[in-house]
């Protein structure tokens, strides 16, 4: 499967939670490697980013 990123994010926000002051976490997945950074803020993270390689795997229009 493609990664998507909400995993990827998932894991290295809980790998940061565990960890001394991390900021940031490199993953390594199929499609290559994602950094996620964040700011940890007491027991939670706020300003979460998502970097690394993009590909478009499909376009649609959706009409309301």
């Known amino acids: 499967?493609?990664?998507?990123?909400?995993?990827?994010?998932?894991?290295?926000?809980?790998?940061?939670?565990?960890?001394?002051?991390?900021n940031k976490c490199d993953v390594l997945t199929s499609g290559g490697e994602l950094r996620v950074?964040?700011?940890a803020d007491g027991h939670s993270f706020t300003d979460i980013r998502l970097r690394g390689?993009?590909?478009?795997?499909?376009r649609g229009t959706f009409e309301l």
């Open 37 to 39: 950074t964040a700011h």
């Open 53 to 58: 390689p993009v590909q478009e795997v499909f």
């Open 1 to 22: 499967a493609d990664a998507t990123g909400t995993a990827e994010s998932a894991i290295a926000l809980s790998a940061m939670a565990r960890g001394n002051g991390m």
